[in-house]
Antibody, heavy 117, light 107 residues
Framework: QVQLKESGPGLVQPSQTLSLTCTVSGFSLTSYNVHWVRQPPGKGLEWMGRMRYNGDISYNSALKSRLFISRDTSKNQLFLKLNSLQTDDTGTYYC???????????WGQGTLVTVSS | DIQMTQSPASLSASLEEIVTITCQASQDIGNWLSWYQQRPGKSPQLLIFGATSLADGVPSRFSGSRSGTQYSLKISRLQVEDIGIYYCLQANSAPYTFGAGTKLELK
């Protein structure tokens, strides 16, 4: 059974760095692409970036200077680091596995991140 | 970046009514278009991929179509469980971009 679960700090101060983990089960990170998507409260979805099965990474150009995605395949974990946080980085962060091409078929429950002092 | 213009922003419809939501791509994306439903407080769920293919477990009252760079999601007979927000997503080229969403409510 394919599962993804995001975890993170919940509350982060402005200007600090956000670190999130996506722990997956039921598939291998070396077989499928996994994406990060975020959603500000009451607003729409924004694609942040993708780790391909072969380790290639793509970033949303709007975030590229602040965003870093990595993984540990031995632990079945994908990581997100977003630095220089601002209040408009507040939102729910999802990781999502696609079907081998870019159809986001499986989603984690999301983790809410609030940027506030 | 490719822009996805989704309409309407909100929609109120009655049970059993036909509902149509559209997304207009700013350039050719072929069939690299998918649709998602997001129920309140839940994660998005894949409905349609490849513009017209129904995802596993999705009721057959959902369908997708394409005319050039315009894409449509149709719900043939609206049910209570269809209430939520619907998004299109273009996956032709990064950065992948979502439409702004359509909030579907019961009349």
């Amino acid at each position: 059974q394919v599962q993804l679960k995001e975890s993170g700090p919940g509350l982060v101060q402005p200007s600090q760095t956000l670190s999130l983990t996506c722990t997956v089960s039921g598939f291998s990170l070396t077989s499928y692409n996994v994406h990060w998507v975020r959603q500000p409260p009451g607003k729409g979805l924004e694609w942040m970036g993708r780790m391909r099965y072969n380790g290639d990474i793509s970033y949303n150009s709007a975030l590229k200077s602040r965003l870093f995605i990595s993984r540990d395949t031995s632990k079945n974990q994908l990581f997100l680091k977003l630095n220089s946080l601002q209040t408009d980085d507040t939102g729910t962060y999802y990781c999502s596995r696609d079907l081998g091409v870019n159809w986001f078929a499986y989603w984690g429950q999301g983790t809410l991140v609030t940027v506030s002092s | 970046d490719i822009q996805m213009t989704q309409s309407p922003a909100s929609l109120s419809a009655s049970l059993e009514e036909i509902v149509t939501i559209t997304c207009q791509a700013s350039q050719d994306i072929g069939n690299w278009l998918s649709w998602y439903q997001q129920r309140p407080g839940k994660s998005p769920q894949l409905l349609i991929f490849g513009a017209t293919s129904l995802a596993d477990g999705v009721p057959s009252r959902f369908s997708g179509s394409r005319s050039g760079t315009q894409y449509s999601l149709k719900i043939s007979r609206l049910q209570v469980e269809d209430i939520g927000i619907y998004y299109c997503l273009q996956a032709n080229s990064a950065p992948y971009t979502f439409g702004a969403g359509t909030k579907l409510e019961l009349k």
